[in-house]
């Protein structure tokens, strides 16, 4: 199956995208993830798009276009994938379709993550990272086993820099005006599944399993 999550930054796309990746061995793929591991690289391309992350801001349409195109032609993307974070405008929706059509595939599914703007704020402050794997935890909400440590990897978790409150709130303006029509996009086209995103992570999780499994 070939999967999208969409939703607002802090919505808890890429906790479930994890889960769900998991489940039905497909991989995640996050460009968020892509483009901080390149700036934690220093490579080229992470030097090229840092300002431009780090403010909140989009990076170029067509350059995401094209690393995405990339990643999706790699073999253990045949049998399905999980984009989290892309398609993030309607150019990139549209490029996403072509690609698609080049390669005989189609979106099979859109996951819309719905959650209030109050509880985004409120959730990316208290948000840490795994600076390793990249799995999400909520210091309120749900913490590592040890203090400050991530339970899989056991190294320091930390704070992404876009999740500092003056940032958050550019990312936020962002969506509304360049994502939420992405969302429109795909529920024209008949493939948008909603969750509410307040629920709780179980039942999120349940509910998105069974969802699935039900479409295979
Ligand atoms: P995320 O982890 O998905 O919240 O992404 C973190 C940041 O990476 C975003 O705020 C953007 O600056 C950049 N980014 C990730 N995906 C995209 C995309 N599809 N298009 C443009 N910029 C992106």
Redesign the pocket.
């Given at each position: 199956m070939n999967i999208i999550f969409v939703g607002p930054?802090g919505a808890g796309?890429?906790t479930q995208a994890q889960i769900v990746s998991k489940t039905f061995k497909i991989p995640h793929i996050?460009?968020?993830?892509m483009?901080?591991a390149e700036m934690e690289s220093g490579s080229k391309l992470g030097n090229q798009?840092k300002d431009?992350?780090t403010?909140?801001?989009?990076?170029?349409?067509d350059l995401?276009n094209q690393i995405?195109k990339e990643r999706l032609s790699k073999s253990d993307a045949t049998a399905g994938f999980i984009l989290?974070?892309?398609?993030?405008?309607l150019n990139?929706a549209k490029s996403l379709d072509e690609i698609m059509k080049s390669m005989g595939k189609k979106i099979d599914l859109v996951v819309y993550v719905d959650v209030p703007e109050n509880v985004i704020v409120e959730r990316l402050s208290a948000r840490r990272t795994c600076p390793k794997c990249g799995r999400n935890y909520n210091m309120i909400t749900d913490p590592p086993k040890e203090d400050e440590l991530c339970d899989d990897c056991h190294v320091p978790l930390v704070t992404?820099d876009?999740d500092k409150p003056e940032t958050v709130k550019k990312?936020y303006e962002?969506y509304l005006e360049l994502t939420a029509p992405v969302v429109e996009y795909y529920k024209q086209k008949g493939v948008l599944f909603t969750i509410d995103g307040t629920m709780k992570m179980k039942d999120i999780e349940k509910y998105l399993i069974e969802m699935i499994k039900g479409r295979k």
């Amino acid at each position: 199956m070939n999967i999208i999550f969409v939703g607002p930054p802090g919505a808890g796309k890429g906790t479930q995208a994890q889960i769900v990746s998991k489940t039905f061995k497909i991989p995640h793929i996050s460009t968020g993830e892509m483009l901080r591991a390149e700036m934690e690289s220093g490579s080229k391309l992470g030097n090229q798009v840092k300002d431009v992350v780090t403010s909140g801001k989009l990076v170029d349409d067509d350059l995401m276009n094209q690393i995405v195109k990339e990643r999706l032609s790699k073999s253990d993307a045949t049998a399905g994938f999980i984009l989290d974070g892309f398609p993030r405008t309607l150019n990139q929706a549209k490029s996403l379709d072509e690609i698609m059509k080049s390669m005989g595939k189609k979106i099979d599914l859109v996951v819309y993550v719905d959650v209030p703007e109050n509880v985004i704020v409120e959730r990316l402050s208290a948000r840490r990272t795994c600076p390793k794997c990249g799995r999400n935890y909520n210091m309120i909400t749900d913490p590592p086993k040890e203090d400050e440590l991530c339970d899989d990897c056991h190294v320091p978790l930390v704070t992404r820099d876009d999740d500092k409150p003056e940032t958050v709130k550019k990312r936020y303006e962002v969506y509304l005006e360049l994502t939420a029509p992405v969302v429109e996009y795909y529920k024209q086209k008949g493939v948008l599944f909603t969750i509410d995103g307040t629920m709780k992570m179980k039942d999120i999780e349940k509910y998105l399993i069974e969802m699935i499994k039900g479409r295979k």
